[in-house]
């Protein structure tokens, strides 16, 4: 199984300033033939399921805002939060869809 | 409105079974892989399961291999997972989701459209 470990575990941020949550996955999850990264980030608020909000690594999904983006290929990957807004109090995770078990990484919560 | 609602969850004791249920609107429930994934109290997100299409593919974590069934009626626009012989580690709240590319030939795939979930608690 692909270990996806993220982090830090938590981290405080002033609003206005950047985010940057890490993950590491235990194994290559970019598929040479399809020059994909098979790896997602989820935001999740309290009492509320997942949201997406970035696939192939770095492709925001439809409606999330600009100040969020993805990047990294291979084993590494960075989620930054450019000018962190209240709203963005969360837990964020990876996820690997490079093959099964799908994994997502332990998650790191956002706070202001 | 694209969405996903779960339902079916509760209190069971170990050993015992229950049957959840995703019932989809606004989209064609047989255009995409579907996956159940849950969350245990306090703990971060676990894939359980998931389904291609036609239902003719279906994958499991390790965990829940032999006691969860995982099925679909695409007639009904709905998703089923079949938990058996529950211990304690089952407890979670169960999301069913939706891959989010449609006719994929892989269940490999992000998740973009989740249900709100439903709470099953294994407990004497």
């Known amino acids: 199984d692909i270990v996806m470990t993220q982090s830090p575990d938590s981290l405080a941020v002033s609003l206005g300033e950047r985010a940057t949550i890490n993950c590491k996955s235990s194994?290559?999850?970019?598929?040479?033939?399809?020059?994909?990264?098979?790896l997602a980030w989820y935001q999740q608020k309290p009492g509320q399921p997942p949201k997406l909000l970035i696939y192939?690594?770095?492709t925001r999904e439809s409606g999330v805002p600009d100040r969020f983006s993805g990047s990294g290929s291979g084993t590494d990957f960075t989620l930054t939060i450019r000018s962190l807004q209240a709203e963005d109090v969360a837990v964020y995770y990876c996820?690997?869809?490079?093959?099964?078990?799908?994994?997502f990484g332990q998650g790191t919560k956002v706070e202001i | 409105e694209v969405q996903l609602v779960e339902s079916g969850g509760g209190l069971v004791q170990p050993g015992g079974s229950l049957r959840l249920s995703c019932t989809a609107s606004?989209?064609?429930?047989?255009?995409?892989?579907m996956t159940w994934v849950r969350q245990a109290p306090g703990k971060g997100l676990e894939w359980v399961a998931n389904?291609?299409?036609?239902?003719?593919?279906?994958y499991y974590v390790d965990s829940v291999e032999g006691r969860f069934t995982v099925s679909r009626d695409n007639a009904k626009n709905s998703l089923y997972l079949q938990m058996n012989s529950l211990k304690d580690a089952d407890t979670a709240v169960y999301f069913c989701?939706?891959?989010?590319?449609?006719?994929?030939?892989?269940?490999?795939?992000?998740?973009?459209?989740w249900g709100l979930g439903t709470r099953v608690t294994v407990s004497p």
């Open positions: 989701a939706r891959g989010k590319v449609p006719y994929s030939a892989s269940g490999e795939d992000a998740f973009d459209i």
């Open positions: 606004g989209f064609a429930l047989r255009d995409h892989w």
């Open positions: 389904m291609n299409q036609d239902g003719n593919e279906k």
């Open positions: 194994q290559n999850v970019f598929y040479s033939s399809h020059n994909k990264n098979y």
């Open positions: 192939w690594a770095s």
């Open positions: 996820q690997q869809y490079y093959t099964i078990p799908l994994t």
